[in-house]
């Protein structure tokens, strides 16, 4: 209990730290919000009323803890592109991005760790060769290249799907789910390959201890050894791994967004940086991060639940 209680003071302790510096920096670079958008012809008075407006006039600490205040009630500002809430604009976009993810990562749960045990079964033979290049050539594919390849194959020429007309969740779910679900296989590719590598070498890591060794020596059969030891005392390794992939999802969620023509977060936020539509930036950065760091967080929880080792150290 100590441990968990341990772990979210530091998420919190983490995300205000990022949630400071994030602002801080985008109230140095970001110029004059006001200028941008009433444009240079607007009059001192103008400028001077739309300050006060967005509070611009306010002390910097007011407005920073005003704006950290708004995560919570869902007031942070006002875009200065779109020219509406900041929150208004962010919250369907969400929505997608967290559903991309969500369905990307378990493509690489179903897939990766099922691929990992077979794959163990052929180590050091010749199809053992063959795996090792194609996982190889997975990693190094760029998923823009990929995503594009699969755009064509499925969405042009078999038609399952319609590239950049992403038809909305809320508007028909079952055609957004097929859009999304390519979408996704174009993220999970090398990152399904690259979990397959970690837990097969953590699989071989594991046969070769002295406990695998005793056990089979004692007449028990591989195959159980590897299902009910092995596999167990990899879940910690391959939870962590499954962690890091799962906050990594977001950031790779911007360029097949791109490619696919798909409304989230990740698409916003290209445009917002373009267009210096920096409440909207700074917004998104902090959701990014807090992704990232609630991933790593959730990581270690669960493997604090797996090995009674880790929860003693966290309870001492």
């Not at 090792?132 to 799907?161: D, E, H, K, Y």
């Not at 969740?169 to 999304?180: I, M």
Request: aromatic fraction near 10%; include cysteine; glycine fraction near 8%.
């Amino acid at each position: 209990m100590k441990y968990a209680l341990k772990r979210i003071l530091m998420l919190l302790v983490t995300m205000l730290i990022v949630s400071f510096l994030t602002f801080a920096a985008f109230a140095l670079i970001s110029g004059d919000p006001a200028e941008a958008m009433l444009g240079t012809e607007a009059t001192p008075e103008q400028l001077a009323a739309l300050r006060h407006e967005l509070g611009l006039d306010r002390p910097f600490l007011t407005r920073y803890i005003a704006w950290l205040a708004g995560f919570f009630t869902g007031d942070l500002g006002t875009s200065i592109r779109y020219r509406q809430p900041v929150w208004e604009l962010i919250a369907p976009k969400l929505e997608v991005t967290l559903c991309l993810c969500l369905v990307s990562f378990v493509i690489i749960t179903a897939v990766s760790i099922p691929l990992a045990i077979w794959s163990y079964r052929w180590v050091g033979g010749a199809f053992d060769w063959l795996r090792t290049a194609f996982n190889q050539l997975c990693m190094a594919v760029p998923p823009f290249f990929t995503g594009i390849l699969i755009s064509w194959l499925f969405g042009i020429l078999l038609r399952l799907f319609v590239p950049g007309d992403f038809p909305g969740l809320h508007a028909n779910f079952g055609r957004a789910l097929v859009h999304l679900f390519f979408a996704a296989v174009c993220l999970c590719i090398p990152r399904c390959a690259m979990t397959v590598r970690m837990m097969r070498s953590t699989v071989i890591g594991e046969m070769q201890k002295a406990y695998v060794r005793t056990a089979i020596s004692r007449g028990n059969d591989r195959r159980a050894v590897l299902t009910r030891h092995v596999l167990k005392n990899s879940l910690t390794a391959t939870v962590t791994f499954l962690g890091q992939t799962m906050a990594e999802l977001v950031g790779g969620s911007v360029v097949v967004e791109q490619v696919f023509g798909i409304p989230g977060l990740g698409r916003l936020l290209v445009a917002s940086i373009s267009t210096r539509d920096y409440p909207v930036v700074q917004t998104v950065v902090v959701i990014l991060a807090f992704w990232v760091v609630l991933a790593g967080t959730l990581a270690d929880l669960i493997n604090q639940r797996i090995d009674p080792r880790l929860r003693l150290g966290g309870d001492a």
